[in-house]
């Protein structure tokens, strides 16, 4: 019955979508993040990387606003942390452009490589702490690179991630700042998407039926994060960006 009013639409390609969107969500119960981490590499062997990009937005929109409401810390994230938004909101554009004019498979393999690093290290006992006594001056520079590897990739949180872990935030406070970030990023690369004409129905449909193994992976994901105490939710945090760095250099040679 779709398929009469959307010849692209493929029930194999939905089943894809929901199941990596199930893994993805219960990746983002646990961290607050790693939803297109998990999802878009899955969905991209059966689908182009523009579709898995177009796919992700209304999933991550209405997940990242859902976690950032339940966390009720919004008005002090957005009084800290503005400057990294307005650098995440300058960024994106341009990496959505580069999406469609550029290859960007070594901007891949330096990101992913520099990530893998930094999380090791960080694992290793050297810290980054420098970062948060310089927060004014470091937090939009961030902001503006993970907006343009963001339009590029969806993964426009993970230097974002790593600033919040070396600022040394709670677990509790780290989920209402991520999620509040995503949120926020996911309006403006859904934005960048429409200028540049990426999202199709085809898409945005299967985005909303699969919202529904999304919920209930992050549902059982969150469950998880409860019995996590502050030291292990750092090191899954840490893992996960490294995770994040293999899969943008996975990525790049696919």
Known sequence: MIAQYLPDFNLYHLLIVCVALALGGFVKGISAFGLPTIAVPIIVFFMSL???????????????FVQMMISGQVKMVLSRHWRLFLGLALGLPV???LLSAVDTRYLLIVVGSVLILIAT???????FAFLGRREKLFGPIIGVIAGVIGG??????????FFFVALDLKKEVFIAT????LFFGSIFL?????T???LRVTEAVYSVIGLVPLFAGMWAGT???????????KKIVLLLVGLIGAIMIYRAFS
């Open 50 to 64: 523009p579709a898995a990009v177009a796919i992700m937005v209304f999933p991550m929109i209405i997940t990242n």
């Open 95 to 97: 990496g959505v452009y």
């Open 121 to 127: 290290l960080e694992m290793s006992g050297i810290s």
């Open 152 to 161: 590029i990739t969806t993964l426009y949180g993970t230097l974002p991630i």
């Open 178 to 181: 991520v999620s509040a970030f």
């Open 190 to 194: 859904m934005l960048s998407l429409q």
């Open 196 to 198: 540049m004409n990426f």
């Open 223 to 233: 469950h998880v994060r409860h019995r996590i105490d502050q030291r292990n939710f």
